[in-house]
């Protein structure tokens, strides 16, 4: 089943949820809407879902529009963040509830009802757990319920929304591992929403990065993260670091006229003294000892107030010397835990920094 969202908009009073959205979903394909509170992601799913009227624009499934189309009679499965199992109803009833809620034309025979149960039950791994009651699992095994009762009724597009966002870490690791190999073996065309860039760029085929009603990209996991096509998407796509400068020429410069440090622009040939800012990503910056007198300024010196080793990674907070170094207040980097105790680096000592790799921006 396709999906093709077209110039869809929607306006809650004053607030713009979504602005003139167009966006194309594959069949079979896992997408991600990714993005802060408030973005519009679950606004997009839920008018997908029927869920909720888009004021202007069309959903069309495999090409038929369904903008007016009842929820009921869309055909699909949505999972929910809370599991939104009923809980006086065992497992199996949960999952088997929307095959008995047919109707009475094309509702299966108990029969097949229970064969079909069982073998959902199965796929997620919890068929030992039929006759137990949500009150007796886990949150994890709560939500895996969840999804086998929305894929029970053959959805033609499942939708889940923030499906891990309630458990913990560690479980929420497990789940989207196994979410992933769910939906290679089944292939339905799935939307799910998250705030969590990790989640998204593990999971899903494609990305969609939104932000204050609009989509900023749309893209391969590996695509939005080396290839950032606004500074909101560099930004909110990991740890970064900013500096502010003037581009000039196919140059950056950063810090003090006399010294500071110079980026590689070459996007941005044409600028003449343009205001600009160069993300840098703390793995990207090298990191020496400063010594004073020495004339090395290739870099920015910076004090190192904190570091903190975290299996093969040394997490380092560095705060710039000079106020006008054109970095904010406080600069983190990261090396390789071998490379840092080598270097014997404590806090209190000035550092160099040099970054690798950075993407500038001009101001518009």
């Known amino acids: 089943?396709?999906?093709?969202?077209?110039?869809?908009?929607?306006?809650?009073?004053?607030?713009?949820?979504?602005?003139?959205?167009?966006?194309?979903?594959?069949?079979?394909?896992?997408?991600?809407?990714?993005?802060?509170?408030?973005?519009?992601?679950?606004?997009?799913?839920?008018?997908?879902?029927?869920?909720?009227?888009?004021?202007?624009?069309?959903?069309?499934?495999?090409?038929?529009?369904?903008?007016?189309?009842?929820?009921?009679?869309?055909?699909?499965?949505?999972?929910?963040?809370?599991?939104?199992?009923?809980?006086?109803?065992?497992?199996?009833?949960?999952?088997?509830?929307?095959?008995?809620?047919?109707?009475?034309?094309?509702?299966?025979?108990?029969?097949?009802?229970?064969?079909?149960?069982?073998?959902?039950?199965?796929?997620?791994?919890?068929?030992?757990?039929a006759d137990r009651y949500p009150s007796q699992l886990s949150g994890g095994q709560r939500q895996r319920i969840a999804l086998a009762r929305a894929l029970a009724v053959e959805p033609q597009v499942l939708l889940l929304d923030e499906p891990f966002g309630a458990l913990d870490a560690k479980v929420r690791k497990e789940l989207r591992r196994w979410l992933r190999r769910?939906?290679?073996?089944?292939?339905?065309?799935?939307?799910?929403?998250?705030?969590?860039?990790?989640?998204?760029?593990?999971v899903a085929d494609r990305v969609v990065l939104m932000n204050t009603g609009v989509i900023e990209q749309i893209g391969t996991p590996q695509q939005v993260w080396d290839q950032p096509a606004s500074p909101f998407v560099y930004g909110f796509l990991g740890d970064v670091n900013l500096f502010h400068g003037r581009a000039h020429e196919g140059e950056m410069h950063v810090g003090d006229a006399t010294q500071g440090l110079k980026l590689a622009a070459p996007e941005h040939a044409q600028a003449q003294d343009a205001k600009a800012f160069a993300y840098v990503r703390p793995h990207d910056l090298d990191v020496t000892r400063y010594v004073f007198g020495s004339g090395m300024s290739s870099g920015i010196p910076a004090k190192l107030t904190r570091a903190w080793v975290i299996g093969p990674i040394a997490r380092m907070e560095l705060q710039p010397l000079e106020t006008g170094s054109g970095a904010a207040d406080l600069i983190e980097a990261q090396i390789p835990a071998t490379e840092f105790h080598a270097a014997g680096y404590q806090d209190g000592e000035t550092l160099l920094l040099t970054p690798r790799k950075a993407r500038v921006f001009t101001a518009a």
């Open 182 to 202: 769910l939906h290679d073996e089944l292939h339905v065309t799935s939307i799910f929403v998250t705030h969590d860039q990790e989640e998204a760029l593990e």
């Open 1 to 129: 089943m396709s999906i093709d969202i077209q110039n869809v908009s929607k306006d809650f009073g004053t607030f713009h949820a979504l602005r003139n959205v167009n966006l194309t979903i594959d069949s079979g394909e896992l997408v991600a809407l990714l993005g802060p509170s408030g973005c519009g992601k679950t606004t997009l799913l839920r008018i997908i879902a029927g869920l909720e009227t888009a004021d202007r624009g069309q959903i069309l499934f495999n090409g038929t529009d369904t903008t007016d189309t009842h929820v009921r009679e869309r055909n699909v499965g949505f999972v929910f963040q809370h599991y939104a199992l009923f809980r006086h109803m065992t497992v199996f009833d949960n999952v088997a509830f929307g095959l008995r809620m047919k109707p009475k034309a094309t509702r299966p025979s108990a029969a097949v009802i229970k064969e079909k149960v069982h073998a959902l039950l199965s796929l997620v791994q919890l068929d030992w757990l």
